[in-house]
């Protein structure tokens, strides 16, 4: 860690970027994006969104020794929408990753018919998946679970969108005693209001990462503008024992697009992470991302550095969610 925090950026493009793009798989595909990450059998792999070109999305994985270079992608290796499933009828897309003894737990969205469901599937070998179903009904997505239950609760993280937008669209943390019925459930990351860059919508990026000060939680915020929404990153971190508790939330986002392959692409103006992998110097932290819902790319940080920052920029805003109201009707009326 150097002095200059402030005046650097935290996350490091890999000069490599994009490391993975559509044409480094067999089939024909639009589009590779948004992986989740993890280490298995001493490689790092990620679980890659794929969307065809018929537009619908599936998983796939691809494995590297060290993370960077020399992907391996086995066309057996994928998880692609149940036939006939109405939670996953238009696809899925975008899994968080969390090891639970030998077992990989896997959510994504599920794009169903009816909106976004939060599903779940268990693999130990990223060969064969075992579908557990729909946790959560729609509108609901970007959600992770904790590696290890509190009170013997798992907890979960995941994005609920009410039906008027203008409410904002909030990061919520849920309970359930088995993995299936969950709820006692709560606001974690509220979105803020008005100009700030996490104004109205925020959501999960990664699955939350245990530090010696709390959980580290890497979060989406989008902004809205005239040219279309710009996805960004920030910070927060949660109370080690009791994880439906903010310790601490950034000010600032600490990534955003700035690269001609972040800020062009199917979707300009998106950095979108599912994985994250602290590697065994226990301070470096590599982030795998979708770009512009384009292509793959990877981001390193410095975990003291993030904590630092979180520690020196918190959050100056009332996010307290009953103060919402009086700042929604001080929302000028829209104008064509
Ligand atoms: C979000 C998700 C992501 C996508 C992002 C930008 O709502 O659907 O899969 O990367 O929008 O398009």
Same mark, same amino acid.
């Given at each position: #860690?150097?002095?200059?925090?402030?005046?650097?950026?935290?996350?490091?493009?890999?000069?490599?970027?994009?490391?993975?793009?559509?044409?480094?798989?067999?089939? %024909? %595909?639009?589009?590779? !994006?948004?992986?989740?990450?993890?280490? !298995?059998?001493?490689?790092?792999?990620?679980?890659?969104?794929?969307? =065809?070109?018929?537009?619908?999305?599936?998983?796939?994985?691809?494995?590297?020794?060290?993370? $960077?270079?020399? +992907?391996?992608?086995?066309?057996?290796?994928?998880?692609?929408?149940?036939?006939?499933? @109405?939670?996953?009828?238009?696809?899925?897309?975008?899994?968080?990753?969390?090891?639970?003894?030998?077992?990989?737990?896997?959510?994504?969205?599920?794009? /169903?018919?009816?909106?976004?469901?939060?599903?779940?599937?268990?693999?130990?070998? @990223? *060969?064969?998946?075992?579908?557990?179903?729909?946790? %959560? /009904?729609?509108?609901?997505?970007?959600?992770?679970? !904790?590696?290890?239950? !509190?009170?013997? *609760?798992?907890?979960?993280?995941? $994005?609920?969108?009410?039906?008027?937008?203008?409410?904002?669209?909030?990061?919520?943390?849920?309970?359930?005693?088995? #993995?299936?019925? +969950?709820?006692?459930?709560?606001?974690?990351?509220?979105?803020?209001?008005?100009?700030?860059?996490?104004?109205?919508?925020?959501?999960?990026?990664?699955?939350? #990462?245990?530090?010696?000060?709390?959980?580290?939680?890497?979060?989406?915020?989008?902004?809205?503008?005239?040219?279309?929404?710009?996805? $960004?990153?920030?910070?927060?971190?949660?109370?080690?024992?009791?994880?439906? =508790?903010?310790?601490?939330?950034?000010?600032?986002?600490? @990534?955003?697009?700035?690269?001609?392959?972040? *800020? /062009?692409?199917?979707?300009?103006?998106?950095? @979108?992470?599912?994985?994250?992998?602290?590697?065994?110097?226990?301070?470096?932290?590599?982030?795998?991302?979708?770009?512009?819902?384009?292509?793959?790319?990877?981001? /390193?940080?410095?975990?003291?550095?993030?904590?630092?920052?979180?520690?020196?920029?918190?959050?100056?805003?009332?996010?307290?969610?009953?103060? *919402?109201? $009086?700042?929604?009707? %001080?929302?000028?009326? =829209?104008?064509?």
């Amino acid at each position: #860690m150097t002095e200059d925090i402030d005046t650097r950026e935290l996350f490091h493009r890999y000069e490599g970027n994009p490391i993975l793009a559509a044409s480094d798989f067999p089939e %024909m %595909m639009n589009a590779a !994006f948004n992986p989740g990450a993890v280490m !298995f059998e001493g490689e790092t792999l990620l679980l890659v969104r794929l969307e =065809q070109r018929s537009g619908l999305s599936q998983l796939a994985v691809a494995t590297s020794a060290d993370g $960077r270079t020399g +992907w391996t992608i086995d066309p057996d290796r994928v998880l692609i929408p149940e036939t006939g499933s @109405f939670a996953e009828y238009w696809g899925i897309e975008d899994p968080r990753i969390t090891k639970v003894g030998d077992e990989y737990l896997i959510l994504y969205t599920g794009y /169903s018919a009816g909106g976004t469901v939060i599903c779940l599937a268990v693999t130990r070998d @990223f *060969r064969t998946f075992d579908r557990r179903g729909v946790i %959560m /009904s729609p509108e609901d997505k970007d959600a992770a679970l !904790f590696p290890t239950t !509190f009170g013997g *609760r798992w907890a979960l993280i995941h $994005r609920p969108a009410p039906a008027t937008a203008e409410l904002g669209s909030h990061i919520w943390l849920s309970w359930s005693p088995d #993995m299936k019925h +969950w709820g006692d459930a709560k606001v974690l990351v509220p979105a803020r209001r008005g100009g700030w860059w996490d104004a109205n919508r925020v959501g999960l990026g990664p699955p939350p #990462m245990l530090t010696d000060q709390g959980w580290l939680v890497c979060y989406h915020g989008v902004r809205t503008t005239v040219s279309g929404s710009i996805y $960004r990153l920030g910070l927060a971190l949660l109370d080690r024992d009791h994880p439906d =508790q903010v310790l601490l939330r950034g000010n600032e986002w600490v @990534f955003g697009p700035s690269t001609p392959y972040e *800020r /062009s692409g199917d979707v300009p103006d998106v950095v @979108f992470p599912c994985g994250w992998i602290l590697r065994e110097d226990g301070d470096t932290i590599d982030m795998y991302y979708g770009a512009a819902d384009s292509t793959v790319c990877l981001a /390193s940080a410095s975990l003291a550095d993030l904590l630092e920052h979180l520690q020196r920029h918190p959050c100056t805003e009332s996010t307290d969610l009953r103060h *919402r109201r $009086r700042a929604s009707s %001080m929302v000028p009326p =829209q104008v064509d």
